[in-house]
């Protein structure tokens, strides 16, 4: 390692390297928030000049719309804006004003302000009902409701600790909309979002499965998993979720028999789905090689009832950003042994 000259030769007290990195975040917080306070400033200014900047317009109606379309997709939404809004008062009863109506939903969307654009879609859809563009409105909500979704940044805690609400609310209307309009042209990109919806919930079931797991607490885990693979099988964590599910199944079923074949079944939906995955030989080593022999007519374990047994609480979310350790690792790394710890024990 190249250290700079001048360096001294013992380290700092570590009270010092303490107050050093606090100082360095303590910066990089503020130089963030004068950046973003700037960008807010010169958008603002940039906003108010736009508004006062006049537009002219066209004679007819068509004419007004083409030329808000073209703002539009140029990104002068302010311009855009006036069209669209001209369109609709000056000639009410022209078809373009409907379309005025959609657009203005639009150019709300293209600058940002996506609850403005849901109660604009939604009005469109309310007083034009049968209109040929329902659907396009019904889409564009569900990716208004996506967009919304909170992003990672580093100063909060990751999305996946977070209320997944928003998330949920997305993946519905996207979900109704491809039900009820299979052949609309927005359907392949609708399912791109769901399936986007389904991993970032799947991503908070496993964070809540591991946050149970590492505290020893087995039975919610295995309740959180089956809920997963349930719901969001196939949104990528698939290999993950049989691992620990057969994992907490197996530690609870070194008192309990009836866990100790769930535990088995898990495993043998495991084999099923993921034959050739190495965690899945590996979690085999955590039954013991006891033999795992279904029940005729036994249903999937992801199928198994994920309600809290009588007399027990169902598992609360934890909070967000609530202590969890280390992440446990990926079942491809974990270790050949037995890597169940005993009650109160995180997972190696």
């Known amino acids: ?118 109660d604009a879609y939604k009005l469109f859809i309310k007083l034009h009902p049968t209109h040929v563009m329902v659907p396009y409105a019904t889409f564009r909500i569900g990716l208004a409701m996506f967009e919304q979704v909170p992003s990672d940044w580093f100063l909060v805690p990751p999305s996946y600790e977070r209320e997944q609400a928003a998330v949920q609310d997305a993946l519905k209307h996207l979900t109704d909309y491809v039900a009820r309009y299979p052949d609309h042209d927005m359907v392949p990109k609708a399912k791109e979002l769901i399936i986007k919806c389904k991993r970032k919930l799947a991503d908070h079931e496993m964070y809540v499965a591991r946050f149970y797991y590492k505290r020893g607490k087995y039975l919610a885990t295995a309740q959180r998993l089956r809920g997963l693979l ?53 979690a085999l080593g955590l039954l013991r090689g006891a033999p795992c022999p279904r029940p005729a007519g036994a249903a999937p374990v992801a199928a198994a009832a994920t309600t809290a047994a009588p007399g027990t609480a169902a598992p609360k979310v934890p909070p967000a950003g609530a202590p969890s350790g280390s992440p446990p690792p990926a079942p491809s790394e974990e270790p050949t042994g037995d890597p169940v710890p005993p009650p109160g024990a995180g997972p190696h």
């Open 1 to 118: 390692m190249d250290y700079p000259t001048g360096m001294p030769s013992r380290p700092a007290p570590r009270f010092v390297a303490a107050l050093g990195s606090a100082l360095a975040v303590a910066l990089a917080c503020a130089a963030v928030a004068v950046a973003v306070a700037a960008a807010a400033a010169a958008a603002g200014c940039s906003a108010e000049t736009d508004l006062l900047k006049p537009v002219s317009y066209e004679k007819t109606a068509k004419a007004n719309y083409e030329k808000g379309l073209a703002a539009l997709n140029k990104g002068s939404t302010t311009d855009a804006q006036k069209l669209f809004a001209y369109v609709k008062t000056k000639f009410p009863y022209s078809e373009f004003a409907v379309f005025a109506e959609l657009r203005l939903a639009d150019t709300a969307m293209a600058r940002g302000e996506q609850a403005a654009a849901i």
């Open 230 to 282: 349930a719901d969001y099988k196939g949104a990528g964590l698939d290999r993950d979720a049989y691992y620990y599910l057969v994992a907490s199944l197996a530690s609870l079923g070194r008192s309990d028999p009836v866990k100790a074949e769930e535990a088995c079944s898990a495993w043998l939906d495991m084999k099923k789905d993921l034959p050739d995955e190495g965690a899945t030989k590996r």
